[in-house]
């Protein structure tokens, strides 16, 4: 009797709180609304629909009653977005004080946040030019997570601004990373966004990290994000291409950009293989200093040699791996000939000649 009360006391409490909570949020709402109200911010549900699919990847009715956290590539932001109010919020928690906030803003106090966010939302869902330009100047920090997060490239000021300040890698929030590489979508289509990426090439060491953390995490952003293994690929072909366009020549002693291609080789061989399959994506830099970089490995494996020992006083070099294949010459016993693959019972070889060939390994002797 006992439990059943105190589950029913549980449940009644639950209830009251969910609905002291809805009452806050709706305060808090009416509060941003009408301090956009008074600052000629107003927007209509057909607009704040198109811009939210079109800019942030998300569907209308997606959205519920109340706040819901903005995602982005299933990463949770520093923003929600409020259906019945339509606009986006800073922040995930509720303004402390609802009701000295109100006097503040009916008396006209100067509130930086609220500004923040009326900025925020006018360069948005309206465009609006004063806005842009302030934020461009102003706050840097805004500037980048609507060109980054929010895929606001409308303005080149407001663009440039954010470019300008993105420096180092480790500086970025893990919800804003795959929104360096991909437009944000709502049909799953991934874009790359080659505006933002050109931009950002003159910061060698910043793209070094960001291709670095998408060649070391693919496994876990394809599974976290449904992207196709081939469209991840590509985005990593073309951030290895991007730090390779406009140079004639490069040392690969000191180059970055072949350090890198060098180190995503050496970390992920199954990236160069699927490059090379796929014709690099037809990226031209790409594809010829990944072929330098398999001359290189070639030169530098040790060599193997053996001595071909037939009592015959020769041995075939045969094609292929069988007695009938065709013979491509005759090797005498004594000659030593390069091992190139030891597996199974034909051995992969190379004649003084240059000829390459099989060899039956009963008739080669190591070195």
Same mark, same amino acid.
């Given at each position: 009797?006992?439990?059943?009360f105190l589950?029913?006391? #549980? ?7 969910g609905?002291?909570e809805?009452?806050?949020i709706e305060?808090?709402?009416e509060?941003?609304?009408s301090?956009?109200?008074n600052h ?5 549900e057909?607009?704040f629909d198109?811009?939210n699919?079109?800019?942030l990847?998300?569907?209308p009715?997606k959205?519920?009653n109340?706040?819901?956290?903005v ?5 949770t932001t ?8 339509? $606009?986006i919020?800073?922040g995930n928690d509720?303004?402390?004080?609802l009701?000295? &906030?109100?006097a503040?803003?009916k008396s006209?106090?100067?509130?930086? $946040?609220?500004e ?5 939302n006018?360069i ?6 004063? #806005?842009i330009?302030s934020?461009a #100047?102003?706050?840097?920090d805004?500037?980048i997570?609507l060109v980054v997060?929010?895929n606001?490239?409308k303005?080149e ?5 954010a470019i300008r300040n993105?420096?180092n890698w480790d500086?970025i %929030?893990? #919800?804003?990373?795959?929104?360096f590489?991909f437009?944000n979508?709502t049909?799953?289509?991934?874009k790359i966004r080659?505006?933002?990426?050109q931009?950002?090439k003159?910061?060698d060491s910043?793209?070094?990290a ?9 496994d ?9 293994d081939?469209?991840?690929?590509k ?8 730090g390779?366009?406009?140079k ?9 950009t072949y ?5 995503? $080789?050496?970390s992920?061989?199954?990236l160069? !293989?699927s490059?090379?399959?796929?014709k690099?994506?037809g $990226?031209?830099s790409?594809?010829?200093?990944s072929? !330098?970089?398999?001359l290189?490995q070639e030169?530098n494996? %040790? ?5 071909i &020992? ?9 094609? !292929? ?8 010459q005759k090797?005498?016993t004594?000659?030593?000939?390069e &091992?190139?693959d030891?597996?199974g019972d +034909? +051995?992969?070889?190379?004649s003084?000649e240059?000829k390459k060939?099989?060899?039956h390994?009963?008739?080669?002797k190591?070195?």
């Amino acid at each position: 009797m006992m439990k059943s009360f105190l589950i029913l006391l #549980s449940l009644i409490f639950i209830s009251c709180s969910g609905k002291q909570e809805e009452k806050i949020i709706e305060k808090e709402t009416e509060i941003i609304e009408s301090y956009f109200t008074n600052h000629k911010f107003n927007d209509t549900e057909e607009n704040f629909d198109k811009i939210n699919k079109d800019l942030l990847g998300i569907k209308p009715d997606k959205l519920q009653n109340g706040y819901n956290n903005v995602l982005i590539f299933n990463e949770t932001t520093n923003y929600q977005i409020s259906k019945d109010g339509k $606009y986006i919020k800073i922040g995930n928690d509720i303004l402390p004080d609802l009701d000295n &906030v109100k006097a503040d803003i009916k008396s006209n106090k100067d509130y930086p $946040y609220f500004e923040e966010l009326l900025s925020l939302n006018k360069i948005i869902y309206q465009n609006d030019l004063i #806005s842009i330009l302030s934020v461009a #100047s102003k706050n840097t920090d805004l500037a980048i997570d609507l060109v980054v997060l929010f895929n606001y490239e409308k303005n080149e000021t407001l663009f440039n601004s954010a470019i300008r300040n993105i420096q180092n890698w480790d500086d970025i %929030e893990q #919800s804003s990373r795959l929104s360096f590489v991909f437009y944000n979508s709502t049909t799953n289509v991934f874009k790359i966004r080659e505006k933002l990426l050109q931009k950002l090439k003159s910061k060698d060491s910043f793209l070094y990290a960001l291709t670095t953390y998408f060649a070391d995490n693919k496994d876990n952003i394809i599974k976290k994000n449904d992207i196709p293994d081939s469209t991840l690929q590509k985005a990593i072909a073309y951030l290895l291409q991007l730090g390779f366009e406009g140079k004639e020549s490069i040392d690969i002693q000191s180059d970055k950009t072949y350090l890198l291609l060098n180190n995503v $080789y050496v970390s992920h061989p199954e990236l160069k !293989d699927s490059f090379q399959k796929n014709k690099y994506y037809g $990226y031209p830099s790409l594809e010829k200093y990944s072929k !330098d970089y398999g001359l290189i490995q070639e030169d530098n494996q %040790e060599k193997v040699y053996s001595r071909i &020992v037939d009592p015959d006083g020769f041995t075939n070099l045969r094609k !292929d791996k069988n007695t009938s294949s065709q013979i491509l010459q005759k090797i005498n016993t004594g000659e030593q000939v390069e &091992v190139l693959d030891q597996n199974g019972d +034909w +051995w992969l070889v190379v004649s003084k000649e240059g000829k390459k060939g099989y060899v039956h390994k009963s008739r080669i002797k190591a070195e």
